[in-house]
Each structure stands twice: as C-alpha cells, then as structure tokens.
C-alpha cells in the first residue's frame, strides 16, 4: 500500500518510523508545514498536493481537528483515510460532509481505537446499550489549564465536551461514535494537578450488561499518552493488512 501521512507530530512520527522499518508499504508524502524535509524518504509539503494524493491508497491523519476538516475532500477524492482527531466529528455538518464524501468517492474511513479500548464491545453492544458514561481525569497542563486543586471542567453531553476540549477527548468521540452517539453519550472531565496520566473510565450499562473499562497512560507532555503511540502503530498495521479496525461507514 501506498501511504501519506497528514500531521506527523508524536503520533504520526511513530507511524511513519514504524512503516520505514517493516518497508513492506510505501510512503507517498508527509503533509506538515512544521516537519523539514532533511532525512525524510518521501516528498514534505505544507499543503495537499494532489498529484501525491492520486499516487495513495491511504493519508493517515494525525495534525488537529481544523486541518482535516480542510484536507478531508481533497483527500477522499483520492485515498481512504484514518482520523486520529476524532472529535471533528462531533461537528454534524462535517460528519455529513464526511459521510457524502465516502458515498460519493467509494472510501472508508477508519476510526483506529486509539487511546481507548473496547470499542468494538461497545459497536456490538449497540442494542442493548441504555447509557455510556466516560470520565477523563488529565493534569490541568493537558488540558491548557492552570488548576491548582482537583477541578471538574466538565459535566454534560460528549458533543459540547468535544466542542470545549478538542485536542482532549478523543476518546470520548470515538465511543461516542461506537456506541450511543455525541448527544447520548455523557462526558466528564477532570483536572487535577495530582496526576501524571491521562486516565479514562468508560461505564457502559444496558439491558442485563454492565462494562467498566478503565484505561490509564503516562501523560509525558502535549496531548498524547504513552499507550497511543503504540495503539496508534498496531492500528495502521491492520488496516494496511486489510484486517480493518473500525469504520466510521
Ligand atoms: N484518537 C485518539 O485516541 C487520540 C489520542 C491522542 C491524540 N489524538 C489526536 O491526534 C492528533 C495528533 O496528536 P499528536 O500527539 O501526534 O500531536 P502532535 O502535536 O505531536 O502532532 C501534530 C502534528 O500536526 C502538525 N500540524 C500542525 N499544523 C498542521 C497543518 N496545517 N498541516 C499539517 N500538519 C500540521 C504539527 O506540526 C505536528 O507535527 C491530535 O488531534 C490529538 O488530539 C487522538
């Protein structure tokens, strides 16, 4: 397969050195106006290029929720994508947009599980579900704050959380997606200057079913924990291998 990268920052870099050492699959380019060319196999631009866009089979996107919302057609028309910034589809005028762009251009858009686990359970459970609960717990740092004692930011409905945190609650949309949807689903987030890690718990309750998943990460600067790196690699592995990991259609 033939791949591109959009954003290449901590977890697109580990990606793309991850794809480097297998060499089974070809880099086509690297879309980060903050990423210089020295060392790099493959042609750096800051903007798309479409002549590199129809020479790919997949851009994995892993930059901000602005930048693929403004490279999401260009890149649709050409490739299949996986989204890293997952929140961008809370917004339900890009969600459609990118629905009718997969229709219309017959592509997939894969939604790796990133930071989170049991994505696939939630998916299956979809009928039986009766409520999905997710409580983030971060250092105020990645959260661009500046509390000095435990603080709950925020209570209410996954699509304003996403709205409010978007760098920060990935996770949160992609259960969202999984499971009940970004209005249905209930969001918590907490700061707290104590911790060292970006920590999840998910309470999924339904007709005779009860999860708890509980996820926790070294937080080790910017928004990424230790753990999505690796989730992060694994994922394109499967989708390169055709084995999947889940679609957003
Ligand atoms: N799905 C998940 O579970 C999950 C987990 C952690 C982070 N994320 C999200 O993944 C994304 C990447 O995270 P990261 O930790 O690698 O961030 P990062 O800051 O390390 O990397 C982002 C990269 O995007 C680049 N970029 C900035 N402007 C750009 C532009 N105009 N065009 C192209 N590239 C541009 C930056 O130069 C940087 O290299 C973020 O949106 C983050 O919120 C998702």
């Not at 089974?24 to 980060?32: C, G, S, Y």
């Not at 409580?135 to 704050?145: A, M």
């Not at 499971?179 to 970006?198: E, H, Y």
Request: aromatic fraction near 8%; include cysteine; hydrophobic fraction near 35%.
């Amino acid at each position: 397969m033939k791949v591109g990268f959009l954003g290449c920052g901590k977890i697109g870099g580990a990606m793309l050195s991850a794809l480097l050492e297998d060499g089974k699959n070809e880099v086509t380019f690297i879309q980060d106006p903050f990423v210089g060319q020295e060392g790099k196999p493959c042609p750096v631009t800051e903007k798309s290029d479409e002549t590199l866009l129809e020479k790919t089979d997949l851009v994995i996107e892993s930059a901000t929720v602005d930048v693929l919302k403004e490279n999401v057609e260009a890149i649709l028309k050409h490739c299949n994508l996986m989204v890293f910034s997952v929140t961008a589809f809370s917004d339900e005028a890009f969600y459609a947009q990118a629905k009718e762009l997969t229709e219309k251009y017959g592509r997939t858009i894969y939604l790796p599980h990133g930071a989170i686990l049991g994505l696939d359970g939630i998916a299956d459970g979809r009928k039986v579900i009766k409520s999905v609960r997710i409580e983030t717990t971060k250092n105020p740092k990645s959260l661009g704050r500046t509390d000095t004692e435990r603080t709950v930011v925020y209570e209410g409905s996954t699509r304003q959380a996403c709205r409010e945190y978007p760098r920060n609650v990935n996770v949160h949309a992609a259960v969202a997606l999984a499971g009940l949807g970004f209005d249905k689903t209930q969001s918590r987030i907490i700061s707290d200057p104590a911790v060292s890690t970006n920590a999840h718990t998910i309470t999924v309750d339904g007709d005779g079913i009860h999860f708890e998943i509980v996820v926790s990460s070294q937080a080790g600067g910017g928004v990424t924990g230790k753990y999505t790196p690796y989730s992060a690699v694994s994922s394109m592995f499967k989708v390169l291998g055709g084995s999947g990991e889940f679609r957003f259609v």
